[in-house]
């Protein structure tokens, strides 16, 4: 089955620096989401990318999917003590009728 | 619309002992699913569930069972519970669930199982 290796597994920033994390496979993916889950939380869906080379932005992050559909990466600009949290690249596809997730990494912000 | 809820929160149990968990979804999602999250695992998919039917199962033995209901509830078994059981456990509910289709995961706030 679809597996997606993510990276860095923890990222500790100052608040204002920029985050950024990967999400890598060695098949094409049909889809990739991004969920973030807070401490002591659950996983909160952020968005889904479907077509090569697409990008899409929400505010202070910008979500970007490969060409060859093998890598997906999110990218946080000047990041907040809100942007706490573990980010998860997650992957469906065929007719296995699962999400598959990354590991997630562990961002934290010191104020 | 009320978000998905998940049955207990928390919850203590021996092992050996077995434990029910609940989610009831979204109205109007048919498709559920759960996973497993662990510190050193991450989530790892137990099972979905769609009209009531499995329609795609994750690694994990047997005593890992579950079953949905006509109303889309669904619920999970753990039977002979061990130590590694302990985890939090999610619940996802979604339209029509994954597959070469595209939906949006809502989860529960999960169930945290300690097992002594």
Request: aromatic residues 12%; contains cysteine; charged residues 15%.
């Amino acid at each position: 089955g679809q597996q997606v290796m993510q990276i860095p597994q923890y990222q500790h920033v100052q608040e204002g620096e920029d985050f950024t994390t990967y999400c890598n496979s060695s098949t094409t993916l049909s889809n990739i989401q991004w969920y973030k889950q807070r401490p002591g939380g659950h996983p909160v869906f952020l968005i889904q990318l479907v077509k090569s080379g697409e990008v899409k932005k929400q505010k202070r992050l910008t979500f970007q999917f490969g060409e060859a559909k093998k890598n997906s990466s999110l990218h946080i600009t000047a990041t907040q003590t809100t942007d706490v949290g573990t980010y998860f690249c997650a992957c469906s596809g065929g007719s296995n009728y699962k999400l598959t997730f990354g590991k997630g990494t562990l961002l934290t912000v010191n104020p | 619309k009320a978000g998905v809820t998940q049955t207990p929160r928390y919850l203590i149990k021996t092992r050996g002992q077995q434990v029910t968990l609940s989610c009831s979804p979204i109205s109007g999602h048919r498709s559920v699913s759960w996973y497993q999250q662990t510190p050193g695992q991450g989530l790892q998919f137990l099972f979905e569930y769609f009209s009531e039917t499995q329609r795609n199962k994750g690694n994990f033995p047997g005593r890992f069972s579950g079953r949905q209901f006509s109303n889309s509830r669904s619920e999970m078994n753990v039977s002979t519970l061990e130590l590694g059981d302990s985890a939090l456990y999610l619940c996802a509910s979604s339209l029509v669930g994954w597959g070469r289709g595209l939906t949006e995961a809502f989860f529960g706030q999960g169930t945290r199982l300690t097992v002594v």
